[in-house]
Nanobody
């Protein structure tokens, strides 16, 4: 079994910062792309940022220059540093990872962590 566990969400004022972490655990053979998605109330889940196993990074336009994604392969962990937060960044943030186990390969999701930005 594979699990993704996020942490680091919370309530912050506009202009503030938060750092999200996501740790993958279980019968992991290899972790490919890892990423962060978010879903605001009444909206579809959207990609925030992703990072491949070769550290190729992709950001959504709405976070460029404000958010930074990184990963620590030794710890099976992906991070999202969020600076200059805006009220419109309020959402549940989900970690996603494409993981190969010895038996299969697939996409896994964390349970989500709430980020609330007050104006």
């Amino acid at each position: 079994q594979v699990q993704l566990v996020e942490s680091g969400g919370g309530l912050v004022q506009a202009g503030g910062s938060l750092r999200l972490s996501c740790v993958a655990s279980g019968s992991i053979f290899r972790i490919n792309t890892m990423g962060w998605y978010r879903q605001a109330p009444g909206k579809q889940r959207e990609l925030v940022a992703s990072i491949t196993s070769s550290d190729i990074i992709n950001y959504a336009d709405f976070v460029k220059g404000r958010f930074t994604i990184s990963r620590d392969n030794a710890k099976n962990t992906v991070y999202l540093q969020m600076n200059s937060l805006k009220p419109e960044d309020t959402a549940v943030y989900y970690c996603n990872a494409n993981i190969r186990t010895r038996a299969s390969r697939g996409d896994y999701w964390g349970q989500g962590t709430q980020v609330t930005v007050s104006s």
